[in-house]
Nanobody
Framework: QVQLVESGGGSVQAGGSLTLSCRAS????????MAWFRQAPGKERQGVAA???????TYTNSVKGRFTISQDNAKNTLSLQMNRLEPEDTAMYYC?????????????????WGQGTQVTVSS
């Protein structure tokens, strides 16, 4: 089992920045992949960004150039630097974890999920 704990959410004005963090503990895998998903009220959960343990990354189009996903494998931590935030980025953000080396941003591919951290962007 892998446990995930997110932190770093909050409220910010449009144009501002936030950094989300996720710490993995338990029986972690090597190789592995981690990702951020988000879910706004009344909408389906959406993939934001993913990274593999060898550093390959992918992003959904709406955050390219604004968000950066990174990880510290030694500390089993995942980060999401979010810049130029927009009201449309308001959502609950979830950290996800999977075993294997495939770079993928599909909800069903991830086995473990955190509880989420809220991000609210006001205009």
């Amino acid at each position: 089992q892998v446990q995930l704990v997110e932190s770093g959410g909050g409220s910010v004005q449009a144009g501002g920045s936030l950094t989300l963090s996720c710490r993995a503990s338990g029986s972690t895998y090597d190789p592995h992949g981690m990702a951020w998903f988000r879910q706004a009220p009344g909408k389906e959960r959406q993939g934001v960004a993913a990274i593999t343990s060898n550093g390959a990354t992918t992003y959904t189009n709406s955050v390219k150039g604004r968000f950066t996903i990174s990880q510290d494998n030694a500390k089993n931590t995942l980060s999401l630097q979010m810049n130029r935030l927009e009201p449309e980025d308001t959502a609950m953000y979830y950290c996800a974890y999977r075993s294997g080396s495939l770079l993928i941003l599909v909800e069903g591919a991830y086995n473990y999920w955190g509880q989420g951290t809220q991000v609210t962007v006001s205009s």
